[in-house]
């Protein structure tokens, strides 16, 4: 083939692949509002994973550095990164008409009204900022979250030496710390986002926790790989799971037309100070495991346990 022949087949190529993007549309979004890219993602769940984990994560102080400054510059960086996010966001619900629209109200009253010293700013922008102000607020009562996570799994594995091998090798607390960070925005109703910094710890460390589940104090992930907990998950304090389990729905109604339902309990209750062992399947919205239950390795469970209960497989 000479140099000729292959530049017209890469034209042609490129002429077809331009009118598959006209074609199917919902594939592309080139021309349109800008949404977060996972580089993006990338970036802000590591500036927010390094305010969780100060000198674990993100870029180490120098010796002698200000310490007390070291928060506010990381703060700046994590707030200027989620706001511009946030934004993308805020624009994309409103093309869409999406639930997350009444999330800029405040900027002035009726959703979208622009006043006062905001009227020469970006509408959406000013929403992002105090949306972000708020969100980094709860910083604090995440990190004591996450204390308790870490300090469960301290004390919950007999091979883990210090807090600082938990921190930095164990993926299951770098997993449940995401989830600490991303379930508050999923709370506001915001979409994409939350969802977004979940699936980029999934891929990280193969533990996929929709940010919609309600995870309770002291949780620890062991070993962690293929560990699935759904969206409508609710979990108690004190829980240990093991790797391969999986806390999902059990089947999924459908409207007339043929189309899931959405919303609704879908997933089950797991009490306080439950232990799932490896590869158990624990399926459904009325499912509750009671206080303090333990199930067994490779258990099928589609009914609820009462407290203090062992299931074997």
């Not at 805020?90 to 010293?117: I, K, M, N, Y």
């Not at 509408?123 to 996570?149: E, M, N, Q």
């Not at 930095?168 to 770098?174: A, T």
Request: negative net charge.
């Amino acid at each position: 083939m000479t140099d000729d022949e292959r530049r017209e087949r890469l034209r042609d190529l490129s002429r077809r692949l331009a009118a598959s993007y006209d074609e199917l549309g919902g594939l592309s979004r080139l021309g349109r509002e800008r949404l977060p890219s996972p580089r993006d993602i990338s970036a802000l769940v590591g500036e927010l994973v390094a305010l969780v984990f100060p000198g674990f994560h993100g870029a180490t102080a120098a010796a002698g550095a200000d310490l007390d400054r070291l928060p506010g510059e990381r703060l700046e960086r994590a707030g200027d990164g989620l706001a511009a996010a946030l934004a993308d966001i805020l624009r994309f619900c409103h093309r869409q008409g999406s639930r997350c629209e009444d999330l800029w109200a405040p900027v002035g009253g009726a959703a979208g009204d622009v006043t006062g010293a905001e009227a020469g700013d970006d509408r959406y922008l000013a929403a992002a900022r105090r949306l972000t102000l708020d969100y980094l607020g709860g910083l604090p009562d995440i990190r004591r979250l996450v204390a308790s996570d870490v300090r469960a799994a301290f004390e919950g594995d007999p091979a883990a030496t210090s807090w600082e091998e938990v921190i930095l090798c164990y993926p299951g607390v770098y997993a449940v710390t995401v989830h600490r960070l991303a379930h508050p925005l999923h709370g506001q109703g915001l979409p994409l986002l939350p969802r977004m910094m979940s699936e980029w710890a999934h891929s990280r460390t193969g533990i996929d926790i929709h940010p919609g589940a309600s995870i309770g104090a002291s949780f620890f992930i062991d070993h962690g790989t293929g560990v699935v907990i759904g969206e409508t998950t609710r979990i108690g304090a004190r829980v240990k799971i093991y790797q391969g389990v999986t806390l999902g729905a059990l089947s999924f109604p459908r409207n007339p037309d043929g189309t899931l339902v959405k919303g609704g309990q879908r997933h089950p209750t797991i009490g306080d100070g439950v232990t799932i062992y490896a590869n158990a399947t624990i399926l459904g919205g009325e499912t509750v495991i009671g206080d303090g239950a333990v199930i067994g390795g490779g258990a099928w469970i589609i009914e609820s346990v009462p407290a203090g209960a062992k299931v074997v497989k």
